[in-house]
């Protein structure tokens, strides 16, 4: 079983990364971005078949450590 | 002084810090591997010294704040034991939980080494007894990831309850953005926890300690600490 977990700032947070970027994609006079946030993707394999079993597993994986939730909100997606 | 230093993979700056430790208190510091489950006996001062653990993998601390032996400091500090974390230690010690909030990466993108001026807040904690309230200290930073944030609740509590120790501040004591190196809330350079026990700090103290350093500002706060802990003993 493979999930991909997407960790994402929080809407309020400063992101310098994010501004960074989207004044370079300006500077390429790439039009039309208003506005730029970066994250992070995890993409996980599982061992096991139990859906239920892995989604627990993964949010578990997340709130311990892949995103600190003072400042991030996760998403898990599970692929077939 | 019984003080024990962690070490985790990717930190450099322990030596720095044992040898502070040794010139002011006169005591050997333990070195503790992060995969010990428990501190030395009669351990009066944990620190978390600054570097690079696990190449800031993930994000700064996160995985360090992780590791077995951290259990044992949350258990050592629930009991009031005195935590010092310094740079990465900061860090490490806001993605352990035992401090509120998060280094983010700094304002101006950039990473920053140089000296900095510090407002010494108050005088009457373990870490700042051996300054004066006001005091304008000199001593080194070097970090990308030294923008303090929390959110506006936790802020004003830091705040309401005295709880910012040193603040990024001008020679002269003022409180200004450009003093503030690298965009952190209310210029916060060092807080500590609910109980008092656990601070955490961006300047490295450990490297302003001896006259070939070309300042010794960063004595007070292992002076302090060793004059509280042998008052104590």
Same mark, same amino acid.
């Given at each position: 079983?493979?999930?991909?977990?997407?960790?994402?700032?929080?809407?309020?947070?400063?992101?310098?990364?994010? %501004?960074?970027?989207?004044?370079?994609?300006?500077?390429?006079?790439?039009?039309?971005?208003?506005?730029?946030?970066?994250?992070?993707?995890?993409?996980?394999?599982?061992?096991?078949?139990?859906?239920? %079993?892995?989604?627990?597993?993964?949010?578990?994986?997340?709130?311990?450590?892949?995103?600190?939730?003072?400042?991030?909100?996760?998403?898990?997606?599970?692929?077939? | 002084?019984?003080?024990?230093?962690?070490?985790?993979?990717?930190?450099?700056?322990?030596?720095?810090?044992?040898?502070?430790?040794?010139?002011?208190?006169?005591?050997?510091?333990?070195?503790?591997?992060?995969?010990?489950?428990?501190?030395?006996? /009669?351990?009066?001062?944990?620190?978390?010294?600054?570097?690079?653990?696990?190449?800031?993998?993930?994000?700064?601390?996160?995985?360090?704040?992780?590791?077995?032996? *951290?259990?044992?400091?949350?258990?050592?500090?629930?009991?009031?034991?005195?935590?010092?974390?310094?740079?990465?230690?900061?860090?490490?010690?806001?993605?352990? /939980?035992?401090?509120?909030?998060?280094? *983010?990466?700094?304002?101006?993108?950039?990473?920053?080494?140089?000296?900095?001026?510090?407002?010494?807040?108050?005088?009457?904690?373990?870490?700042?007894?051996?300054?004066?309230? /006001?005091?304008?200290?000199?001593?080194?930073?070097?970090?990308?990831?030294?923008?303090?944030?929390?959110?506006?609740?936790?802020?004003?509590?830091?705040? /309401?309850?005295?709880?910012?120790?040193?603040?990024?501040?001008?020679?002269?004591?003022?409180?200004?953005?450009?003093?503030?190196?690298?965009?952190?809330?209310?210029?916060?350079?060092?807080?500590?926890?609910?109980?008092?026990?656990?601070?955490?700090? *961006?300047?490295?103290?450990?490297?302003?300690?001896?006259?070939? *350093?070309?300042?010794?500002?960063?004595?007070?706060?292992?002076?302090?600490?060793?004059?509280?802990?042998?008052?104590?003993?």
């Amino acid at each position: 079983m493979k999930a991909r977990v997407t960790v994402t700032l929080k809407t309020g947070i400063l992101d310098p990364q994010g %501004k960074a970027i989207e004044g370079a994609l300006k500077s390429l006079g790439v039009d039309g971005v208003a506005s730029v946030r970066q994250g992070k993707v995890f993409d996980i394999e599982l061992a096991g078949a139990d859906k239920a %079993k892995a989604e627990a597993a993964l949010k578990d994986a997340a709130d311990k450590l892949l995103a600190n939730t003072v400042i991030e909100n996760y998403a898990i997606e599970m692929k077939a | 002084m019984k003080a024990a230093i962690l070490v985790f993979p990717g930190i450099n700056r322990e030596r720095d810090m044992a040898r502070a430790l040794r010139l002011i208190s006169g005591h050997e510091p333990a070195m503790v591997w992060h995969a010990e489950t428990s501190l030395p006996a /009669g351990t009066d001062l944990v620190v978390v010294p600054g570097g690079f653990s696990y190449g800031d993998y993930l994000r700064c601390g996160a995985i360090a704040a992780r590791a077995p032996v *951290m259990d044992a400091v949350r258990d050592y500090a629930a009991k009031g034991g005195l935590v010092l974390g310094v740079c990465n230690g900061f860090q490490i010690l806001c993605e352990s /939980g035992l401090l509120p909030g998060i280094l *983010m990466r700094n304002a101006r993108l950039k990473f920053i080494c140089h000296d900095v001026h510090l407002r010494v807040e108050r005088s009457d904690t373990p870490f700042t007894r051996g300054y004066n309230a /006001g005091q304008v200290i000199r001593v080194p930073v070097a970090h990308g990831e030294g923008n303090y944030a929390a959110d506006a609740e936790t802020i004003k509590r830091l705040e /309401g309850e005295g709880r910012v120790l040193y603040r990024y501040c001008s020679a002269d004591g003022a409180i200004d953005d450009i003093s503030n190196i690298n965009g952190a809330a209310q210029s916060i350079a060092g807080i500590v926890n609910g109980k008092g026990n656990v601070l955490g700090m *961006m300047p490295h103290p450990e490297n302003h300690v001896e006259d070939i *350093m070309g300042c010794t500002d960063g004595r007070g706060l292992f002076a302090g600490l060793t004059a509280h802990l042998e008052k104590a003993a």
